[in-house]
């Protein structure tokens, strides 16, 4: 799985139960574990006894936990929950039948499209396993296994987000905008935000 090198690899099956029944949690959540993932498996730790890259003072190790879905609902509370409960640095796959999906939690979730199980592959690039837990990330969220400013990129990211999410609201506020200066208000703060949105597309 994700080509990773044998040394690393666990295959450990982890039951479901003793997250939604040792831990605080809600009962919507345990009816994600209990209805939507089929079994949670500890594929691979990753540290430096297995790996021979230097932890920091940040990341000792990081984990990939695959979860074997019941359908192609993503149970993103009950991940949640798992990434609280586990203090090392997780990498889960989401698994169905013939496809999977990548995700991470930095300071929120975030998740690749879902793809083919062959297609889905790791590059581990990094001096220190910090290092390599933001190429990892990196490869999660922008596709690419450069682990440079991973957090100003993130940042960006999330400015863009925010400011995508507002033009569309100026933009509608706008079509049924009747009086003409508060139009022109909301045409100038359109422009505003597009102008900011390329500045942040070139920093990217």
């Known amino acids: ?6 040394t690393v690899l666990v295959n450990r099956v982890m039951p479901k139960k003793v997250f939604y029944e040792h831990l605080k949690t809600t009962a919507a959540i345990k ?5 939507q993932i089929e079994r949670i498996e500890m594929v691979a730790s990753i540290k ?6 230097p932890g920091d003072k940040d990341v000792a190790e990081i984990d990939v936990l695959a979860l074997h879905l019941k359908g192609a609902n993503v149970p993103y509370e009950a991940i949640e929950l798992v990434a609280r409960s586990i203090p090392n640095k997780l990498l889960f796959v989401c698994l169905t ?3 999977c999906k990548l995700l991470v939690r ?3 979730l975030y998740e690749t499209e879902w793809m083919s199980t062959d297609s889905a592959k790791l590059e581990l690039v990094g001096s220190t396993l910090g290092e390599l837990w933001d190429s990892i990330s990196s490869q999660v969220v922008f596709g690419s296994a450069s682990p440079v400013d991973l ?12 400011l995508l999410l507002e033009l569309e609201q100026v933009e509608r506020k706008r079509k049924s905008e009747k009086q ?3 139009r022109n208000a909301l ?4 422009r505003a935000i597009e102008a900011e949105l390329s500045r942040l597309e070139g920093e990217s």
């Open 48 to 53: 430096e006894a297995s790996i021979h890259i």
């Open 187 to 190: 045409f100038d703060r359109k």
């Open 31 to 35: 009816e994600q574990f209990v209805q």
């Open 1 to 6: 799985m994700l080509n990773l090198p044998s």
């Open 151 to 162: 957090d100003g990129r993130l940042e960006r990211k999330r400015r863009s987000e925010a």
């Open 106 to 108: 930095r300071d929120r």
């Open 180 to 182: 003409i200066a508060k």
């Open 97 to 99: 039948d013939e496809s």
